[in-house]
């Protein structure tokens, strides 16, 4: 059954019939039933700016081209057009989805792994006595020692963590396509969680969020892109080039050497398959495969 309201068919047939090419039709009309069906799973948010560059961020984080990206952004402004001329969509909101930039194309860097004493640097890079600093700890932390994703990272929330005796334990993610994963929770990733929260007085909702520059903290969520700025600027601080994926390789290889075995590596990745975590990792020696209790790094001057 198609995910599109019935009020805005009509606005959705004019947009298809207004493309020449049949595969260009095929692919806009993808790209409209995929964001409806994302905005279902988001219990109906309105169709605005915000919702629709978080819907960008989530394509982003499953890995689409920036060419398919800028396609769909094409689907999404002809059919906004399309809604403000039924009435179906405020004109102002229209406008401000029109004018959502187009992706540009990400480079290819070459895939690298910290060593535990880079690591170990870079999550103590950001300052411990902000609260943009704790933010910044805490995010890296949890792409380093839970092995997160951008996506997942941005949407995480306190409802996803689970406590035991007053200690966070278990992360749960959820997947588009239905899988549920369990990630352990280090002893160093909790204590910059527990930071992070008291700064921010946050009891409920979204974990990571926007910080101005006097320090106060916002309601609304990172995007990926802020993610992939953030993680870039304190690898600089280091002397690295690194970005967020390099981080979950990093967490991989700093897991505890042992045998052979990669379903332990493969379960805290979130990988379908074995021959994924094989090419993810390149090569079989020194692999992580014990859980990611044993990435012990330790924070310094954290307040």
């Known amino acids: 059954a198609s995910s599109v309201p019935v009020v805005w068919t009509t606005a959705v047939r004019a947009v298809l019939d207004d493309v020449a090419s049949t595969i260009t039709r095929a692919m806009y009309g993808k790209a409209i039933e995929d964001l409806f069906s994302w905005l279902d799973s988001r219990g109906h948010p309105p169709l605005t700016e915000e919702a629709c560059r978080d819907h960008l961020a989530y394509l982003q984080s499953q890995g689409y081209a920036s ?30 989805i029109c004018r959502i930039r187009n992706i540009r194309k990400t480079a290819t860097f070459p895939a690298i792994a910290l060593n535990k004493q880079k690591t170990e640097e870079l999550i103590n890079v950001p300052d411990g006595h902000t609260n943009k600093g704790k933010r910044d700890r805490l995010l890296l932390a949890l792409l380093i020692g839970c092995a997160l994703r951008r996506g997942e990272v941005v949407n995480l929330d306190l409802d996803d963590i689970e406590y035991v005796d007053s200690r966070a334990v278990l992360i749960r993610i959820s997947r588009a396509n239905g899988r549920l994963r369990s990630v352990l929770m280090p002893h160093w990733v909790e204590e910059a969680l527990s930071a992070w929260l008291s700064a921010a007085g946050i009891k409920q909702g979204l974990i990571l969020r926007a910080v101005s520059r006097q320090g106060n903290v916002a309601s609304g969520r990172l995007s990926s892109q802020t993610v992939l700025d953030i993680v870039r600027k304190h690898g600089e ?3 690295v080039t690194v970005h967020p994926e390099d981080l979950r390789r990093t967490c991989a290889k700093l897991c505890k050497p042992g045998d052979a075995d990669l379903e332990p590596i493969r379960l805290l990745l979130g990988h379908s398959s074995l021959a994924t975590t094989e090419r993810y990792l390149s090569d079989r020696e020194n692999i992580a495969t014990v859980s990611n209790e044993r990435v012990n790094l330790r924070w310094r001057n954290a307040s």
């Open 67 to 96: 060419a398919t990206l800028n396609q769909r952004l094409s689907a999404l402004r002809k059919l906004v057009v399309e809604a403000a001329d039924l009435q179906l969509l405020p004109l102002a909101h229209a406008v401000q």
């Open 237 to 239: 601080r280091i002397g």
